[in-house]
C-alpha cells in the first residue's frame, strides 16, 4: 500500500537507487521467511500496553524496594523478614488461600462428574452455581456476618435443634474469611473444571468399562490423568483468587490478627505508613510467594503427566 | 431396541441412587441452603426495620433503598461506574482484537514470550502490580481521577480480551481472507469487511466479561481512585469500613443493588456466552 510495498519496477535510472530497493525488498523477504512483517505492527499498541502499564511500573516497584529510606539495598527485605508481624503475613495468606483454593477444586471435582451428563434442570443447576459470582465482596461480608454471627439464621438454627448450648464463632475470625473465598471461588472452581471434564471423550471410559474396569478404575485411570492439567490450572486461578483475599479479609476477618493477610500488609505500608519501598518490597514477595506456588504445582503436574496430557482428548 | 432403552434407563437411574451420589448432592444442598441464607439475611435486612434477636425483623420498609441512593450519592457513582467501564471495554476491545489476530495467526520469534507476558497480568494477584502501579500513576498525575482507574483496569482487561479472542479468530477460515486478499482487499478492508462481521459474537462474549469483571474489579479501582471517581465496588466497600456512622441497612440495601446490576450483567453474558466452553477453549490455546 505505501512505498516499501510497491516492488521495484520504477523507472529509477541511477542503479544504485535501483540495487537499494533491491535489497530492502530481499530484506522484506528474509524477514517475512521468518514471520515477521508489517501485519506485526498490530501487535505493537497491546504490546506498548504492557510494556508501559505493566512491565515498567513493576520494575519499578522492585527498583524502589531496593531503595529503602534507611540502609542498604536489602534494608526493606532485612526489614520484612525480622519483623514477625510482617514475616508471618505470608503464612496466614498461604494458611488461608491452600486450604480454601484446595477445597474448592476437590469439591468441584464429584460435583463437575454427577454433571456431566444430560439430566433434567442441568442449566438451572449451572446458572445457580453461577450466581455467587454476582454476589461481591460486600454482600458476601455482610451475609456472611448476619447469617452465621451469634444471633444469626445458622446459630439460632443450631441452638433451636440443639446441637450446640453456645452460638460458634464463625465471624471476625479465620472461618469468616474462608467461608468468603469458598463463597466466590467455588462457582469460579466448578464452571472450570466442569468445562475440562466435558472436554474429555466419554468413549474413552466406556472402552475401558467394556475391559472391566470398574468406576473407581475408570475414574483413577483416565479420567484423573486427563483432567490433571486442567485441575491444576483451575488450583492455579482459585489459588490467585483465594491468595489476592484484601476486602473480605478485612470485613469478616480480624484483620489484626489470624487474618492479617499480605495484601493488608502491603496496602499499609503504602497507604497509612507511606513507606513505598517497603509497599513495593511486600508486593514484590507477595508476587514471588504465588508464583512458586503456582510454578511448583504446574511442575508437579508436568513430572507425573505429560505423556497423558499430549493424547485422548475428543 | 427397546428393552436395552430400558435397561439402559434403569441402570442410570440405580447409578444416581448410589450412596455416594447422595452425598454429593446433600452437600451441594448445604451449601446452597447456607448461600441462601447468606444472601436471604442480606435482602431480607435490607428490607427489614428493628431486627434484633429475632428470626425475622419486626416491620418491613423500602425505606433503606431511598436512604442509600441518597446518602451515597449513588447516582453519581454509578455514572462513574458506567464511564469507567465502558471506556475500558472500548479501548481494551481495540487494543486487544488486533494483537490477538496476531496472537492466533501468525508465528514469528517471540510469539511465546510474548504470550507469557500477556499471561502474566491474569496470573499476579491485582494488588502485586496494583501498588507499584498505582504509585506510577500518582507520579504522572493520573491517579485520583478517572483517567488513573481507566489505566489501571486496563492492565488485566487487555490480556483478557486477547485471551479469549483467540479461539474466536482461530475458529474463521484463514482461506476467507486469502480470497479477499486475492480480491485486492488490505489489511484495514479485511478487517473492517471480514473480520469485524465474523467476530461479532466473540466480541460481544469479551465486551460483557470485562465489563463484569471491571465493574466487580476492587483491588485496582480502590488503589487508584480519587473522591470522586470511585465505583460502586469501592463505594460500598468505603461505606461498609466506615461502618457505625451509616445504618447497617442502608449498606445492605446499596449491596442488593449492586448484587442485581451484576446478575443482569452477568444473564446477558450468559446469553452470548456459554462459561463452560469459552474456558474449554481457551485452554486449548494457553497450553
Same mark, same amino acid.
Given at each position: ?19 537499494? &530497493?533491491? @535489497? ?41 524496594? *531496593? ?23 505470608? =503464612? ?38 453461577? &450466581? ?20 444469626? %439464621? ?6 433451636? &435443634? ?12 479465620? =472461618? ?13 472452581? *466448578? ?23 470398574? =468406576? %473407581? ?27 489476592? &483475599? ?34 513495593? @518490597? ?17 511442575? =508437579? ?7 497423558? @496430557? ?5 | ?10 441402570? /442410570?437411574? /440405580?447409578?444416581?441412587? /448410589?450412596?455416594?451420589?447422595?452425598? !454429593? ?8 441452603? $447456607? ?13 427489614? $426495620? ?76 491485582? !494488588? ?59 489489511? /484495514? ?84 456466552? $456459554? ?13
Amino acid at each position: 500500500m505505501s512505498a516499501t510495498a510497491t516492488p521495484p519496477r520504477t523507472d529509477d535510472p541511477a542503479p544504485d537507487g535501483r540495487s537499494r &530497493v533491491g @535489497t530492502r525488498v530481499a530484506l522484506r523477504h528474509r524477514l517475512a521467511e521468518r514471520g515477521i512483517d508489517r501485519q506485526l505492527l498490530l501487535l505493537v499498541p497491546a504490546a506498548v500496553f504492557i510494556l508501559v502499564l505493566f512491565i515498567y511500573p513493576f520494575g519499578y516497584g522492585v527498583g524502589l524496594s *531496593f531503595q529503602p529510606a534507611e540502609g542498604g539495598p536489602f534494608a526493606a527485605y532485612q526489614e520484612f523478614f525480622s519483623d514477625a508481624y510482617l514475616r508471618d503475613t505470608i =503464612w496466614t495468606t498461604l494458611k488461608l488461600s491452600l486450604p480454601a483454593a484446595l477445597l474448592n477444586v476437590a469439591a468441584s471435582v464429584p460435583i463437575a462428574y454427577r454433571m456431566r451428563g444430560r439430566f433434567r434442570g442441568k442449566r438451572l443447576l449451572t446458572t445457580v452455581l453461577v &450466581v455467587p459470582i454476582t454476589l461481591g465482596t460486600v454482600l458476601t461480608a455482610q451475609g456472611l456476618l448476619n447469617f452465621l454471627g451469634p444471633t444469626g %439464621w445458622f446459630n439460632r438454627t443450631l441452638l433451636a &435443634v440443639g446441637l450446640t448450648d453456645d452460638p460458634i464463632r464463625l465471624t471476625n475470625n479465620y =472461618w469468616g474469611v474462608f467461608f468468603s473465598i469458598v463463597i466466590t471461588g467455588f462457582p469460579f472452581a *466448578f464452571l472450570l473444571v466442569l468445562s475440562y471434564l466435558s472436554g474429555i471423550d466419554p468413549t474413552l471410559e466406556r472402552a475401558a468399562a467394556t475391559l472391566g474396569a470398574n =468406576w %473407581w478404575q475408570r475414574f483413577r485411570r483416565i479420567t484423573l490423568p486427563l483432567l490433571a492439567p486442567g485441575l491444576a490450572t483451575t488450583f492455579c486461578l482459585t489459588f490467585v483468587l483465594a491468595f489476592s &483475599v484484601f476486602p473480605s479479609a478485612i470485613l469478616v476477618g480480624d484483620p489484626a490478627g489470624t487474618t492479617r493477610v499480605i495484601s493488608i500488609a502491603a496496602y499499609d505500608a503504602a497507604y497509612v505508613q507511606y513507606d513505598y519501598p517497603m509497599a513495593a @518490597t511486600i508486593a514484590v514477595l507477595m508476587g514471588l510467594v504465588e508464583l512458586l506456588v503456582i510454578a511448583a504445582v504446574l511442575g =508437579w503436574r508436568a513430572l507425573l503427566y505429560t505423556g497423558a @496430557t499430549a493424547g485422548g482428548k475428543g | 431396541m427397546t428393552s436395552s432403552g430400558t435397561t439402559l434407563a434403569r441402570r /442410570r437411574r /440405580r447409578l444416581v441412587a /448410589r450412596p455416594a451420589a447422595w452425598l !454429593i448432592w446433600g452437600v451441594v444442598a448445604f451449601f446452597f441452603v $447456607n448461600l441462601a441464607g447468606v444472601i436471604g439475611s442480606v435482602l431480607v435486612s435490607s428490607f427489614g $426495620n428493628r431486627w434484633f434477636d429475632t428470626w425475622f425483623p419486626q416491620e418491613f420498609t423500602t425505606k433503606w433503598y431511598g436512604q442509600s441512593w441518597q446518602e451515597f450519592g449513588l447516582f453519581q457513582v454509578l455514572v462513574v461506574t458506567l464511564e469507567v467501564s465502558l471506556l475500558v471495554v472500548g479501548i481494551s476491545v481495540l487494543v486487544g482484537v488486533p494483537a490477538a489476530y496476531v496472537l492466533a495467526r501468525r508465528s514469528f520469534p517471540g510469539r511465546r514470550l510474548l504470550y507469557l507476558l500477556f499471561l502474566l497480568p491474569i496470573l499476579m494477584p491485582p !494488588i502485586t502490580y496494583g501498588i507499584p502501579l498505582a504509585t506510577v500513576l500518582y507520579k504522572y498525575g493520573f491517579a485520583g481521577h478517572l483517567s488513573g482507574v481507566v489505566l489501571a483496569n486496563l492492565v488485566p482487561s487487555v490480556p483478557f480480551v486477547i485471551l479469549t479472542m483467540t479461539p474466536f479468530i482461530e475458529q474463521i477460515d484463514p482461506a476467507v481472507e486469502r480470497a479477499a486478499r486475492m480480491c485486492g482487499a488490505g489489511t /484495514r478492508q479485511i478487517f473492517v469487511r471480514i473480520l469485524a462481521p465474523l467476530l461479532t459474537p466473540g466480541i460481544l462474549a469479551a465486551s460483557i466479561l470485562v465489563l463484569v469483571r471491571t465493574v466487580g474489579m476492587f483491588e485496582l479501582t480502590f488503589l487508584t481512585a480519587g473522591p470522586d471517581s470511585q465505583t460502586l465496588v469501592v463505594a460500598l466497600y468505603y461505606s461498609m469500613s466506615a461502618a457505625g456512622i451509616r445504618a447497617q441497612q442502608s449498606i445492605d440495601a446499596m449491596a442488593v443493588m449492586y448484587t442485581a446490576m451484576m446478575l443482569v450483567l452477568l444473564v446477558i453474558a450468559l446469553r452470548f456466552v $456459554n462459561p463452560t466452553q469459552l474456558v474449554a477453549r481457551v485452554r486449548e490455546d494457553v497450553d
